[in-house]
């Protein structure tokens, strides 16, 4: 008799030995079923850049990615160094490497703590929390495990282009081993580009380049809120910009360079189910 397959742990990602993970189907793509979600998978990196040489005085204020092919679902090898050692300010580097090629690249400024309180604020309105948003299947504009793995709520006023969404989820990031609410926090962050289409996805791909995240605290809470612009250029260029949340206000921002690619007719994503 064969033995059963063992079951997809509920988690992004299982260890395998240190330094070395392999993607569940929770970690499946958008855009290719063999693929990884950047998502996940800047979840994976920013943990890698916190258990890199610690330093309780230091946090973390950009972590800027580069993806540089796609990312295959599987094995992949995760390694993070100090680039940049310094008393106030340190630049961490990760990679994610699949098949002995770099999939994706980060490099992250960690800042030195200090007391400014007296000072902190944010002339950014913070959104209507998740309780003023209603219920989005996003699997019924999006397709692989990723995208089934989150729980949306949406918020009145969605446009092409232009919306604001709640989202969370209760899939670890890595099974049967901690992540800080940081780890969790940017691994949800790279959603942004699929909830404010311009065109519907089935006429257009508009895959991202890069991610970079720019942070002034810690996150708090398990909801993430984007509020998310998307522009599309005449060349074949766009970008998805995004105001950071948390159920406190905002804390951020982060920001996605867009490759556009018409498949034929480009339409709009007039049947996407959001609130009006």
């Known amino acids: 008799m064969t033995a059963a397959a063992s079951p997809e742990p509920h988690a992004y990602y299982e260890p395998l030995r240190p330094g070395v993970f392999r993607s569940t189907i929770h970690a499946q793509g958008a855009w290719a079923a063999d693929h990884q979600h950047m998502a996940p998978v800047a979840g994976l990196l920013v943990r890698a850049i916190e258990e890199c040489e610690p330093r309780d005085d230091l946090l973390l204020s950009r972590v800027a990615f580069d993806i540089l092919g796609v990312i295959p679902a599987g094995e992949v090898e995760v390694r993070a160094r100090v680039i940049r050692p310094g008393r106030t300010i340190e630049l961490v580097e990760a990679e994610m490497s699949a098949g002995g090629r770099v999939a994706v690249r980060a490099t992250a400024w960690r800042l030195a703590v200090a007391d400014t309180s007296a000072v902190?604020?944010?002339?950014v309105d913070p959104m209507p929390g998740p309780d003023d948003g209603l219920p989005w299947v996003g699997s019924a504009v999006w397709q692989g495990g990723f995208i089934r793995s989150l729980d949306f709520r949406v918020l009145p006023g969605w446009r092409p282009g232009r919306g604001r969404a709640w989202i969370r989820t209760d899939v670890d990031l890595v099974a049967g081993l901690p992540s800080s609410s940081l780890a969790a926090y940017v691994g949800l962050i790279d959603t942004a580009n699929g909830i404010a289409?311009?065109?519907?996805?089935?006429?257009?791909?508009?895959?991202n380049t890069d991610l970079t995240v720019h942070l002034v605290r810690e996150p708090v809470g398990e909801w993430i809120g984007l509020d998310t612009t998307v522009t599309f250029g005449p060349d074949g260029v766009g970008l998805t910009a995004s105001v950071l949340h948390d159920v406190t206000g905002p804390l951020g921002r982060a920001?996605?360079?867009?490759?556009l690619r018409p498949l034929g007719e480009v339409r709009l994503p007039d049947n996407t189910p959001l609130p009006t």
Do not use: I, K, N, Y
């Open 255 to 259: 920001a996605q360079t867009l490759t």
């Open 197 to 207: 289409v311009r065109a519907d996805p089935t006429t257009m791909l508009f895959p």
């Open 120 to 123: 902190a604020g944010s002339d």
